[in-house]
C-alpha cells in the first residue's frame, strides 16, 4: 500500500482507479464492507483500489463545538486499512481552505481532474464539498454525468443497530466493550504516547505509564483489568481513568494511567498499546496513602483472575 499525503502529490498510475472517501474512524465492520466493494469494484474494471480520507476530523474546521474523540489515531487508520488491501491511501489535510471548496469542485478539481477516478464506491453517510453539501445522491448524479462507474454501500446492521463510529464511541464510553469489539470484528485498543506524570504511583511501589490521550474516546471514570502491550509483548496490566481525587482533590482533568505488572523499563516517549478488558471499579477517593495501596493490591488480584482467561 502507497500512502500519498495530499491530493496535490498523488500522480495517478496507469490503471484504471475505483476511488472512496471517507474518514474511517475505527475503521470497523462497515468500513471494511465498503472497502471490500472498493477492491471488488478495482479488480472489476482491471484497476487499482484508491481511499481518500483526512488527516483530520472534518469537523474540528466545520464545526468545533460538535467534534467527537477519535476512536483512533491517524497512524492506526492507516495500519487498518493497509490491512484491509487498498492499493492507495490519500491522506488530505482538512484545512480552512480545504473546507471552503464547494462539491462540485471538489468532484470537478480534485476527484476527476487531479485523482482521475473512473468508479466511485460511496457509503450511506457519504457527505463532502463545503457546508457538507453533497452527499450520495449528489456524488451518484455527478458519477451518471461522467460516466463513471457507481456503486452504493448499505449501512451495516447487527443486532438491529447500524454499525458506525458514533455507536462505536457511545459503546466506548459506557464501557461496553462486547459491543465495541462486535462492530470493530476485533478488541478495541488505545494507542498513546506515555508522557511524564507525578509519579506518585512509583512512591507507592505501582509506577505507572501517564498516558497523552487528548482527543481521543475513553471509557468511563475507574479501574480496569486491562492488557498492555510493549515491542510486540504483552503483559497484564491495571489501567485508571479518573481526576485522582486522592491526590488532587479539586481538579476536573482526566488522566489516564497505567500499572504494566511486571515491568519497571523507562517508557517516556514511547507509544503504549492498551487493551481495557473488563471494568472493576469506580474512581474513589481514599483518605490515605495506605487505604489506596491497598486497594490496588485487590485491583491486580482481580485482573490477574480476569486476563488468565484472556
Known sequence: MKVIHGTHNFKPPSKPIALTLGFFDGVHKGHKLLIDKLIETSKKINGVSV?????????????????????????????????????????????????????DDFLNNII????????????????????RKGNLNYL?????????????????????????????????????FSLVENFLGRPWTIRAIVVKGH????????????????????????VYAALATIDDIRYNAIMYVGTRPTFDRNSSDLVCEVYIMGFSDDLYGKWLTVRPVEYLREDIKFDSMEKLKKQIFIDVDKSFEILNDV
Open 51 to 103: 481511499v481518500l480520507t483526512f488527516d483530520s476530523h472534518p469537523l474540528r474546521i466545520i464545526a468545533p463545538d460538535k467534534l467527537p474523540p477519535k476512536i483512533m489515531t491517524l497512524t492506526q487508520r492507516l495500519e487498518y486499512l493497509e490491512k484491509l488491501g487498498v492499493d492507495y491511501i490519500i491522506v488530505q489535510p482538512f484545512d480552512d481552505k480545504f473546507a471552503e471548496i464547494t462539491a
Open 112 to 131: 476527476r481532474k487531479k485523482i482521475k477516478a473512473k468508479a466511485i464506491v460511496g457509503g450511506y453517510d457519504c457527505q463532502f464539498g463545503k457546508n
Open 140 to 176: 451518484k448524479h455527478f458519477a451518471e454525468k461522467n460516466n463513471w462507474i457507481f456503486l452504493e454501500v448499505p449501512p451495516l446492521t447487527i443486532d438491529n443497530k447500524i454499525v458506525s463510529s458514533t455507536e462505536i464511541r457511545k459503546a466506548i464510553q459506557i464501557g461496553n
Open 199 to 222: 509519579r506518585v504511583g512509583r512512591i507507592i511501589g505501582f509506577p505507572t505509564a501517564n498516558l497523552n490521550v487528548d482527543f481521543l474516546t475513553l471509557p468511563k471514570e475507574g
